[in-house]
T-cell receptor, first 114, second 114 residues
Framework: QQQVKQSPQSLIVQKGGISIINCAYENTAFDYFPWYQQFPGKGPALLIAIRPDVSEKKEGRFTISFNKSAKQFSLHIMDSQPGDSATYFCAVGGRSYNTDKLIFGTGTRLQVFP | EPEVTQTPSHQVTQMGQEVILRCVPISNHLYFYWYRQILGQKVEFLVSFYNNEISEKSEIFDDQFSVERPDGSNFTLKIRSTKLEDSAMYFC????????????FGPGTRLTVL
């Protein structure tokens, strides 16, 4: 069964701190690993994504670290801000697996306090 | 910036009734998807649609569900006879030519079945 395990379920961080969310997947055929940010009442919005040919990708305060051998990837939010308070979902996908669908993790609710 | 739009934002219906959820994908996209999210849970794939036919569907997408692209801009999800357990947020997503993995989500339709 395809599974994506995401942790922690919730995270509380002080403003300026580092938020780290982890995901693990099972099927090595996946080749696309996005992170989505979701605010209450809104749809998921693509935050950052990585492919397995690189081990790290950085966009502003957001960094994805990817460990292909461990089948794990993580999202790091540097200098966390109250505006980052949202639910974060990792996902896996990839056309090399003959599928367009994204399989989502269970989500992490991040709260950043001033 | 182009975005996926969905109507209505909230639909309330009686059990057993038919509902149609509407989506306008990003105009040059070729791949279309429906996902759902039961309150507080993860986002789940329902169906993907390409070249006027279903390319993949999940076990959730049974005979009560259907999708259609009636014209060049709209993409619809029909539930023929709604059940209480169909209550959820339904998200439409689309992705573009050559970037089939990067899916952009709409704001969602909250379906409440009474």
């Amino acid at each position: 069964q395809q599974q994506v395990k995401q942790s922690p379920q919730s995270l509380i961080v002080q403003k300026g701190g580092i938020s780290i969310i982890n995901c693990a997947y099972e099927n090595t055929a996946f080749d696309y690993f996005p992170w989505y940010q979701q605010f209450p009442g809104k749809g998921p919005a693509l935050l950052i994504a990585i492919r397995p040919d690189v081990s790290e990708k950085k966009e502003g305060r957001f960094t994805i670290s990817f460990n292909k051998s461990a089948k794990q990837f993580s999202l790091h939010i540097m200098d966390s801000q109250p505006g980052d308070s949202a639910t974060y979902f990792c996902a896996v996908g990839g056309r090399s697996y003959n599928t367009d669908k994204l399989i989502f993790g269970t989500g992490t609710r991040l709260q950043v306090f001033p | 910036e182009p975005e996926v739009t969905q109507t209505p934002s909230h639909q309330v219906t009686q059990m057993g009734q038919e509902v149609i959820l509407r989506c306008v994908p990003i105009s040059n996209h070729l791949y279309f998807y429906w996902y759902r999210q039961i309150l507080g849970q993860k986002v789940e794939f329902l169906v993907s649609f390409y070249n006027n036919e279903i390319s993949e569907k999940s076990e959730i997408f049974d005979d009560q569900f259907s999708v259609e692209r009636p014209d060049g801009s709209n993409f619809t999800l029909k539930i023929r006879s709604t059940k209480l357990e169909d209550s959820a947020m339904y998200f439409c997503a689309s992705s573009g030519p050559g970037m089939a993995d990067t899916q952009y989500f709409g704001p969602g339709t909250r379906l409440t079945v009474l």
